[in-house]
């Protein structure tokens, strides 16, 4: 029976056909089925946890700048990654993925977006032996069309449950908006039956000039964070 997936349907699909998968995995256990999941981002590059190639500790450290006025100027380039397993296998098919666009909140007291670049380093190993393997790796988008916005955003913390509503931190909040399209569809992230082997890929990276220094009233140790609401696909 062929079922044709769209982005607007998938979670209720998906949620059924999982119902369906554990019922036939019941009468014969070697029955797998594949069914496409919709893309997932993370800036920490890992299931439930981080990945260690990228950040050590979980965190991203950085010098302050200098003197960003002479140009003395601290970059940094925060990956975004992406887990994607929306596939078509056997009698489920996914309509392939041609734009998406999402929010990175982030403290405007601390950094500057500065663009939104699709090729970067690559590493692998973990603490304390990380290699460098490239330093122009291109990542899923590399090749598409983005364009990006920035903009203040007094939810930053509160929408996800970090701070109060009525903390004064979230008013050093923004967020960039990054929009994307291209002709050529969305990289899966596997080639697996199992969307569990799928892993997450760099999607591409942010760039942001640091402008907080410590000891002068700004944020030095500070999260990112992607809303999740703020994800569209095809839209």
Known sequence: MYKGY???????????????????????????????????????????????????????????????????????????FMKNCWVSRAQYTARPIYSFNFKLQYDSTAVMPVGVVTRGPAYSGSHPNIRLDETDRPTLTDGWQITWDDARDSTYQVQSGLISATNPNRLRGKRVRIAAQSTRPLQPTGT????????????????????????????????????????????
Request: contains cysteine.
């Open 6 to 80: 769209s982005l607007k349907s998938i979670r209720r699909a998906v949620m059924a056909v999982a119902i369906a998968a554990a019922c036939v995995c019941a009468v014969t256990a070697n029955a797998q089925q594949l069914v496409p999941q919709i893309p997932r981002l993370s800036l920490t590059g890992g299931e439930g946890g981080y990945n260690q190639s990228y950040y050590p500790d979980g965190r991203i450290w950085t010098t302050a700048s200098r003197n960003i006025t002479n140009g003395d100027t601290s970059y940094i380039l925060v990956p975004v």
């Open 192 to 235: 697996s039956n199992d969307c569990n082997q799928y892993e997450f890929r760099p999607l591409l990276y942010v760039k942001f000039a640091v402008i907080g220094r410590p000891g002068l009233g700004v944020s030095d140790v500070t999260p990112m964070i992607i809303t999740t609401d703020s994800v569209q696909y095809n839209n």
